[in-house]
Protein backbone atom coordinates (compact mmCIF):
# COMPACT_ATOMS: atom_id res chain seq x y z
CA UNK A 1 0.00 0.00 0.00
CA UNK A 2 0.95 3.49 -1.40
CA UNK A 3 1.56 5.51 2.04
CA UNK A 4 2.73 9.32 2.97
CA UNK A 5 3.45 9.71 6.76
CA UNK A 6 3.87 12.95 8.52
CA UNK A 7 3.94 14.08 11.95
CA UNK A 8 0.81 15.64 13.03
CA UNK A 9 2.04 17.59 15.21
CA UNK A 10 1.04 20.62 16.53
CA UNK A 11 4.77 22.06 15.43
CA UNK A 12 4.70 25.07 17.24
CA UNK A 13 7.22 27.80 16.36
CA UNK A 14 8.05 31.71 17.05
CA UNK A 15 7.07 34.32 14.61
CA UNK A 16 10.24 35.03 12.50
CA UNK A 17 11.82 31.41 12.56
CA UNK A 18 11.78 28.84 10.51
CA UNK A 19 9.15 26.03 10.30
CA UNK A 20 10.35 22.70 8.81
CA UNK A 21 8.00 20.02 7.98
CA UNK A 22 8.60 16.78 6.73
CA UNK A 23 7.18 13.75 4.76
CA UNK A 24 7.83 10.33 4.11
CA UNK A 25 6.73 8.40 1.58
CA UNK A 26 6.49 4.40 0.90
CA UNK A 27 6.46 4.17 -2.87
CA UNK A 28 10.29 4.59 -4.61
CA UNK A 29 8.91 4.71 -7.95
CA UNK A 30 6.57 8.36 -6.81
CA UNK A 31 7.51 10.87 -9.62
CA UNK A 32 6.40 14.29 -8.36
CA UNK A 33 5.46 15.84 -4.98
CA UNK A 34 3.14 18.25 -3.61
CA UNK A 35 3.00 20.37 -0.53
CA UNK A 36 -0.45 22.25 0.01
CA UNK A 37 -1.97 24.82 2.95
CA UNK A 38 -5.30 23.89 4.29
CA UNK A 39 -6.57 26.51 7.17
CA UNK A 40 -9.36 25.43 9.73
CA UNK A 41 -12.66 24.84 6.99
CA UNK A 42 -11.32 25.65 3.54
CA UNK A 43 -9.82 23.26 1.42
CA UNK A 44 -6.43 22.93 0.53
CA UNK A 45 -4.40 25.31 -1.38
CA UNK A 46 -1.53 24.21 -3.62
CA UNK A 47 1.63 25.87 -2.31
CA UNK A 48 4.62 24.33 -3.92
CA UNK A 49 5.88 20.78 -6.27
CA UNK A 50 8.69 19.75 -6.84
CA UNK A 51 9.64 16.36 -9.02
CA UNK A 52 13.62 16.78 -9.28
CA UNK A 53 16.33 15.94 -6.10
CA UNK A 54 17.42 19.67 -4.35
CA UNK A 55 15.93 21.88 -3.11
CA UNK A 56 13.21 24.72 -4.87
CA UNK A 57 12.61 28.03 -3.45
CA UNK A 58 9.32 30.26 -3.97
CA UNK A 59 9.88 33.26 -1.64
CA UNK A 60 9.52 31.89 2.23
CA UNK A 61 9.50 28.60 0.79
CA UNK A 62 11.40 25.98 0.14
CA UNK A 63 10.79 22.81 -0.76
CA UNK A 64 13.83 19.98 -0.94
CA UNK A 65 13.42 16.40 -2.54
CA UNK A 66 15.54 13.21 -1.65
CA UNK A 67 14.32 10.44 -3.09
CA UNK A 68 17.29 8.12 -2.52
CA UNK A 69 15.35 8.33 1.55
CA UNK A 70 12.22 9.14 -0.05
CA UNK A 71 12.07 11.86 1.70
CA UNK A 72 10.21 15.52 1.45
CA UNK A 73 10.09 19.05 3.22
CA UNK A 74 9.01 22.06 3.49
CA UNK A 75 10.71 24.74 5.31
CA UNK A 76 9.14 28.24 6.10
CA UNK A 77 11.58 31.13 6.60
CA UNK A 78 10.16 33.84 8.28
CA UNK A 79 7.66 32.06 9.89
CA UNK A 80 4.47 34.32 10.18
CA UNK A 81 1.00 34.20 12.35
CA UNK A 82 -0.88 34.06 9.22
CA UNK A 83 1.36 30.56 8.02
CA UNK A 84 -0.61 28.94 10.93
CA UNK A 85 -2.36 26.05 9.08
CA UNK A 86 -2.73 22.24 8.29
CA UNK A 87 0.22 21.22 5.95
CA UNK A 88 -0.03 18.22 3.48
CA UNK A 89 1.70 16.40 1.78
CA UNK A 90 0.82 14.99 -1.50
CA UNK A 91 2.92 12.44 -3.44
CA UNK A 92 2.12 11.41 -7.29
CA UNK A 93 3.05 7.48 -7.14
CA UNK A 94 4.49 5.86 -10.79
CA UNK A 95 1.74 4.63 -13.12
CA UNK A 96 0.71 7.75 -14.83
CA UNK A 97 -2.17 8.10 -12.64
CA UNK A 98 -2.91 11.61 -11.78
CA UNK A 99 -4.16 10.57 -8.43
CA UNK A 100 -2.22 12.06 -5.41
CA UNK A 101 -1.73 10.19 -2.22
CA UNK A 102 -1.63 12.81 0.51
CA UNK A 103 -0.74 12.62 4.88
CA UNK A 104 -2.63 13.46 7.24
CA UNK A 105 -1.01 16.58 7.67
CA UNK A 106 0.88 18.77 9.85
CA UNK A 107 -0.30 20.99 12.18
CA UNK A 108 1.78 24.36 12.48
CA UNK A 109 1.24 27.33 14.65
CA UNK A 110 3.19 30.76 14.17
CA UNK A 111 3.07 32.23 17.64
CA UNK A 112 3.62 36.26 17.68
CA UNK B 1 -3.86 30.81 -13.00
CA UNK B 2 -5.60 28.16 -11.99
CA UNK B 3 -8.88 28.40 -10.61
CA UNK B 4 -11.62 26.11 -9.78
CA UNK B 5 -14.69 26.49 -7.87
CA UNK B 6 -17.92 25.03 -6.68
CA UNK B 7 -21.02 24.98 -5.90
CA UNK B 8 -22.86 25.49 -3.46
CA UNK B 9 -20.79 26.71 -0.88
CA UNK B 10 -23.03 25.42 1.67
CA UNK B 11 -26.21 23.07 1.73
CA UNK B 12 -28.41 21.69 4.66
CA UNK B 13 -30.62 19.03 3.27
CA UNK B 14 -33.29 16.46 4.82
CA UNK B 15 -32.56 12.77 5.32
CA UNK B 16 -33.49 10.93 2.31
CA UNK B 17 -33.30 14.04 -0.64
CA UNK B 18 -30.65 13.98 -3.35
CA UNK B 19 -28.08 17.05 -3.59
CA UNK B 20 -26.03 17.93 -6.38
CA UNK B 21 -22.61 19.48 -6.53
CA UNK B 22 -20.99 21.31 -9.21
CA UNK B 23 -17.40 21.79 -9.57
CA UNK B 24 -15.96 24.31 -12.61
CA UNK B 25 -12.43 24.74 -13.77
CA UNK B 26 -12.46 28.24 -14.61
CA UNK B 27 -9.75 29.26 -16.61
CA UNK B 28 -8.21 26.02 -17.79
CA UNK B 29 -9.31 22.49 -19.27
CA UNK B 30 -9.11 19.76 -16.82
CA UNK B 31 -8.23 16.48 -17.97
CA UNK B 32 -9.07 14.76 -14.87
CA UNK B 33 -11.37 15.84 -11.47
CA UNK B 34 -11.49 14.29 -8.45
CA UNK B 35 -14.10 14.25 -5.59
CA UNK B 36 -12.74 14.23 -1.88
CA UNK B 37 -14.69 14.01 1.27
CA UNK B 38 -12.77 14.93 4.46
CA UNK B 39 -14.48 14.98 8.56
CA UNK B 40 -14.06 17.19 11.03
CA UNK B 41 -10.46 17.11 11.90
CA UNK B 42 -9.55 14.01 9.42
CA UNK B 43 -7.22 14.10 6.39
CA UNK B 44 -8.88 14.70 2.68
CA UNK B 45 -9.89 11.10 1.77
CA UNK B 46 -10.64 10.41 -2.27
CA UNK B 47 -14.05 9.45 -3.30
CA UNK B 48 -13.36 9.02 -7.08
CA UNK B 49 -11.84 10.22 -10.46
CA UNK B 50 -13.58 11.39 -13.08
CA UNK B 51 -12.32 11.71 -17.17
CA UNK B 52 -14.45 14.05 -18.96
CA UNK B 53 -16.95 11.40 -21.63
CA UNK B 54 -16.64 8.37 -19.41
CA UNK B 55 -16.92 6.76 -16.31
CA UNK B 56 -15.87 7.58 -12.96
CA UNK B 57 -13.45 5.46 -10.98
CA UNK B 58 -14.54 5.03 -7.32
CA UNK B 59 -12.29 4.43 -4.30
CA UNK B 60 -12.73 1.12 -2.53
CA UNK B 61 -15.67 1.52 -0.37
CA UNK B 62 -17.08 4.90 -2.36
CA UNK B 63 -20.63 3.02 -3.07
CA UNK B 64 -21.46 4.54 -6.92
CA UNK B 65 -24.86 4.36 -6.64
CA UNK B 66 -24.92 6.79 -3.79
CA UNK B 67 -22.44 9.04 -4.96
CA UNK B 68 -23.33 9.51 -8.55
CA UNK B 69 -20.27 11.35 -10.44
CA UNK B 70 -21.04 13.35 -13.90
CA UNK B 71 -17.91 14.82 -16.11
CA UNK B 72 -20.04 16.35 -19.16
CA UNK B 73 -16.98 17.97 -20.13
CA UNK B 74 -13.34 19.19 -19.73
CA UNK B 75 -14.65 22.39 -17.12
CA UNK B 76 -17.68 20.77 -15.48
CA UNK B 77 -17.97 17.90 -13.28
CA UNK B 78 -20.95 17.09 -10.82
CA UNK B 79 -21.46 14.81 -7.44
CA UNK B 80 -24.88 14.09 -6.41
CA UNK B 81 -25.73 12.02 -3.02
CA UNK B 82 -28.16 10.67 -3.38
CA UNK B 83 -30.87 9.80 -0.65
CA UNK B 84 -28.54 11.33 1.80
CA UNK B 85 -28.71 10.47 5.53
CA UNK B 86 -26.71 12.17 8.20
CA UNK B 87 -23.50 10.39 7.96
CA UNK B 88 -23.43 11.88 4.91
CA UNK B 89 -22.70 14.93 6.34
CA UNK B 90 -19.41 15.96 5.67
CA UNK B 91 -16.99 18.79 3.82
CA UNK B 92 -17.35 17.44 -0.15
CA UNK B 93 -13.82 19.38 -2.10
CA UNK B 94 -13.56 18.65 -5.56
CA UNK B 95 -10.28 19.04 -7.51
CA UNK B 96 -9.18 19.64 -11.08
CA UNK B 97 -5.51 18.48 -12.88
CA UNK B 98 -4.35 20.13 -16.06
CA UNK B 99 -2.61 17.05 -17.18
CA UNK B 100 0.28 16.58 -18.86
CA UNK B 101 3.67 16.79 -18.16
CA UNK B 102 5.60 15.48 -15.29
CA UNK B 103 3.94 17.77 -12.30
CA UNK B 104 -0.12 16.44 -12.04
CA UNK B 105 -0.85 19.34 -9.89
CA UNK B 106 -4.26 19.47 -8.20
CA UNK B 107 -5.79 22.72 -7.83
CA UNK B 108 -8.88 22.52 -5.21
CA UNK B 109 -12.04 24.29 -5.12
CA UNK B 110 -13.32 25.77 -1.82
CA UNK B 111 -15.58 23.10 -0.95
CA UNK B 112 -19.02 22.13 -0.24
CA UNK B 113 -20.34 22.21 2.91
CA UNK B 114 -22.91 19.57 3.67
CA UNK B 115 -25.47 19.01 6.45
CA UNK B 116 -28.05 16.27 6.57
CA UNK B 117 -30.71 16.75 9.01
Known amino acids: QKEVEQNSGPLSVPEGAIASLNCTYSDRGSQSFFWYRQYSGKSPELIMF????GDKEDGRFTAQLNKASQYVSLLIRDSQPSDSATYLCAVNTQGGSEKLVFGKGTKLTVNP | GAVVSQHPSRVICKSGTSVKIECRSLDFQATTMFWYRQFPKQSLMLMATSNEGSKATYEQGVEKDKFLINHASLTLSTLTVTSAHPEDSSFYICSASKGGGVSYEQYFGPGTRLTVT
Open chain 1, 50 to 53: IYSN
